[in-house]
C-alpha cells in the first residue's frame, strides 16, 4: 500500500525513519524467525529540496552542473535531494559516463503510476543509499548495463527494483517492503546479481524474475510476501544460493518453465504451501537446502520435467527422500520427510511419517510400486500424489488433515488401492483427476473430508466397493467421470453414512452412477486388521489370525485373489486362515464376517512371498583319470523349493542347459583327450537365484603308451652306451699297441 505523506515534513520523516529502523539488512539472516537488525540510511540526513532532474546525454551532467568528469575515479556526483512529486523524479537516460546518485529522497503526495528514479540505456550508474517510494516503480533499469544498486529502500508503491532488458548489474543491500505488488522484478535481463537484498512484506512477489539467464542470488531474505518469495519463470543458468525464504503466503521458490538452475544451502520454511515448486523445468539441481513446515514439490508432463539433481536436502528435519531410477528394493522411510519416486519399478516404501512437508510422498513415471504403512498428514498439497504412475499397490496407510486432497492421482492408472484410511482433508479424501483410469479402490474408509470420494471428468473404468465412506463435510461422493463402477457387480457395494437401506444408491455427479448393492454404514462386527506378510518361501508362519466378535455371529467367507477359498458359520471366535503350500507372488486374502442382522466387517492383508534364497547343491571332489577309461561321471546333487534350469559349461562354453526338475544332476566326461577341463554347473530357480559349482578333470595319458615309449628311449640309450664303451676300448688298444712298437 502506498504512504501518504504527514503535513509536516520532520514527524514524516521520524516516522519514516522508525519504519526504516525496523527493515531487516540485506545481510541479516533469519534465525528462529527473529530479524538481526543492521545499520539503516541516515533519516535525519538533511536533504536539498529540488525539482526533477532529467539528463539525456552525457553532456547534460556538466551543462547542469553536476560535480564530477564522468571517469571511473571521478564520476558525477548527485546527492543529498529530496524530490516529491507525483511525476517521474530523476529520468537519466542515454548516458555512458560514470556517475553516482546517492542520499536522496524520493516521493510523491500521493501514491503515483509514475516512476521515481529511471535509468534508460544506462552505462556505469551506480543509485546508492536513496529511499523511495510512493511511485509505481521505486527504481527502475530499463536496457541498461553494468550499473550498481546499493544500500537502497524502496517502500510504497507497485514494483521496488525494477529491472527490464539489462545486463551486469548488480542490486546489493537493498530492501523493498510493502509494495503493492513486487519488492525486486527483474525482466529480459541477464548477467545480474543480487546479493544481501530484503524482499519483506510485499503484497505478491519478494523477488520476480521472468525470461532471464545467468542471474545470481546469494544471501538474499524473502519474507512474508503476499504469494512467492521468488518467482522465476522461463529462466536458465541462474543460481539461488544460501537465501532465507520464510512465511510466504504461497510458494518459497517457485521455477517456471526453466532449466539448469541450481539452488544450494537455502533456508526455507513457514511457507503456506511449497518450499520449492519445480513446475514443468529441466535438469536442475537442488542440494543441501534447509525446509522445514514445507516440502519440494515438482510438476510436468514429460519424465524429464521429474529428473533433477537432488540431493543432500532435509525436510523437518529428515532427509529428503528423492527415489531416483530404482529397481526392486524395498524402503525404509522412516528416516525420511518426505519421499518423492521418479522413474522407479518394483519398489516397496513403507513406515514413513510425514508432516508439513507440503506432500508427503509424491510420485511420477513409476510403475509395479507398493505404498504401506505410511502415515501422511497436516501438507499443503496432498498426503500422496500420484503423477504419471501406473501399477501402484497403495495399502494400509493414514492420510488425514491434508489441505487439498488425501490421495490425489492424474493420469495415473491401474492401481490397487485397499485399506487405507482418509479423514479431515480439506478438499476431498480420495481424488481421481482428469485421465485415471482403472483403478480398484476397496476397503478403504473416508469420513470427515470435505468429499469422500471425488471422480473428475475423464476418470473412466475405475471400480470402488467396500469402502466405508461417511459422514463428510459435504458429500459422500461425487462422480463426474465415464463409467465407474461402484459395486462389486455381484453383491457388495459400499457403506454409506446416509444410506436408508432402501434400494440402489445414487452418486452425485454428472456421470449418474448408482451403487446397486449399497450397505448401510451402522453396528457392524469388531474385526481386527493383522499387518500385511511379506514371507520368504517355505516360511514358518502358517496363517493370518482375525481377531473378530459380534454378539450375533452369523458366517464368515475369506477369498483369495478373488477367489472364494473359506466359507462357513461363524460362532463369534477368531478366525485363523492357513497360508501354507504359497508359492512366489502376491496374495489378497479379503475376509467378510457378518452378524445374523445382515450387519458386516471387511477386512483384507496382502501376503507377498518372495525367495531370496539361493539354490544348494555339494562340491563333487576334483577327477582324474586315464584317457580311455569309462565310467567317470560327475554328479551333484542339488535343492531348491521353486527350481527353474541349470546350466553346464566346459571351459567356458555351454554344453547343457535344460530344465532343472530332480535332485541329482549328472554328466558323464568321458572320451576326453589328455588334459585338464573345467567344469561349472549353475542352478537358477524361479526368482532368478542362482549357485555355481566347478570341478576340475584331469585327463591323463594311458600307461601302455607311456611303457612302451619308456622302452624304445632305453633301447636307445643302451645303443649309445655301448657304442661308447666300445670306441674307448679300441682307442686304449690302438694306443697300447703303438707304445709296444
Known sequence: MGMVLLKH??????????????????????DNHTYIQSTNPDISLSYNPHE?????????????????????????????????????????????????????????????????????????GSIQNC????????????TSSECTVINNT????????????????????????????????????NSCSLIDNVGWDNSIFGFNMETIHDILMVNNIATDNGKYGFYLKEAANCECINNTIARNSQHGIYLADSNQCTFT?????????????????????VTRNTLNQNGLLMMGYSRLHWVHNISNNSVNGKSLGYLLELTDISIDCANYGQVIIVDCQDVNVSRGVFHNATCGLLSGFSQNCRVMDITSTSNSFWGFGLFYTHRFIISNNTVNNNLQHGIHLQYSHDCTIFNNTLSSNTEAGFHLSPVSNRNNITCNIANNNGVGFLLSEKSESNTLYLNRIGPNNSQNAVDDGDINIWDDGVAWGNYWS??????I????????????????????????HPVDLECELGFQKDSILWQAFDSDPSEVSVYMNGSLIITKQWNGSDIDVNLQGLHVGFYVYKIRVEDAAGNSAIDIVGVTVVDTTAPTMNSPPDIEYEAGSIGNTITWNTFDLAPSFFEIYRDGILIKQQQWNST?????????????????????????????????????VRTTETSTATTYDTLYLSIILASGIVGVIIVLIVVRFKGKI
Not at 515534513?9 to 533469519?30: A, D, W
Open 505 to 528: 444408491y445414487n452418486i452425485s455427479g454428472e456421470s449418474n452412477s448408482v451403487d446397486r448393492y449399497p450397505l448401510s454404514l451402522g453396528e457392524i462386527p469388531r474385526l481386527s
Open 265 to 285: 544451502g537455502n533456508s526455507i520454511f513457514d511457507n503456506s504451501l511449497a518450499g520449492i515448486y519445480l513446475y514443468y523445468t529441466l535438469n536442475c539441481i
Open 154 to 189: 524502496a517502500i510504497g508503491g507497485y514494483k521496488g527494483f525494477y529491472l527490464d532488458q539489462s545486463y551486469d548489474c548488480n542490486l546489493t543491500l537493498n530492501r523493498a517492503t510493502l509494495n503493492w505488488e513486487h519488492g525486486f522484478s527483474i525482466r529480459r535481463s
Open 498 to 503: 446416509d444410506y436408508d437401506g432402501q434400494g
Open 664 to 700: 541329482v544332476i549328472s554328466i558323464v566326461v568321458d572320451s576326453l583327450s589328455a588334459g585338464t577341463y573345467s567344469y561349472s554347473l549353475t542352478l537358477y530357480d524361479e526368482s532368478g537365484n542362482s549357485i555355481s559349482d566347478e570341478v576340475q578333470v584331469i585327463v591323463t
Open 131 to 142: 529511499i523511495l517510494e510512493a511511485h509505481q516503480n521505486g527504481l527502475h533499469l530499463d
Open 52 to 124: 526533477p532532474i532529467e539528463i539525456t546525454c552525457n553532456q547534460d551532467f556538466e551543462v547542469q552542473g553536476w560535480p564530477g568528469n564522468g571517469s571511473l575515479d571521478k564520476p558525477y556526483l548527485i546527492e543529498n535531494l529530496s524530490i516529491i512529486t507525483t511525476d517521474w523524479c530523476i529520468r537519466i537516460q542515454d548516458t555512458t559516463n560514470h556517475f553516482i546518485l546517492r542520499n536522496c529522497f524520493i516521493s510523491s503526495t500521493n501514491p503515483t503510476p509514475t516512476i521515481g528514479i529511471l535509468l534508460q540505456n544506462v552505462t556505469h
Open 9 to 30: 515534513e520532520y514527524s514524516y520523516f521520524v516516522f519514516l525513519g522508525i519504519l526504516i529502523l525496523l527493515l531487516p539488512i540485506g545481510s541479516s539472516r533469519i
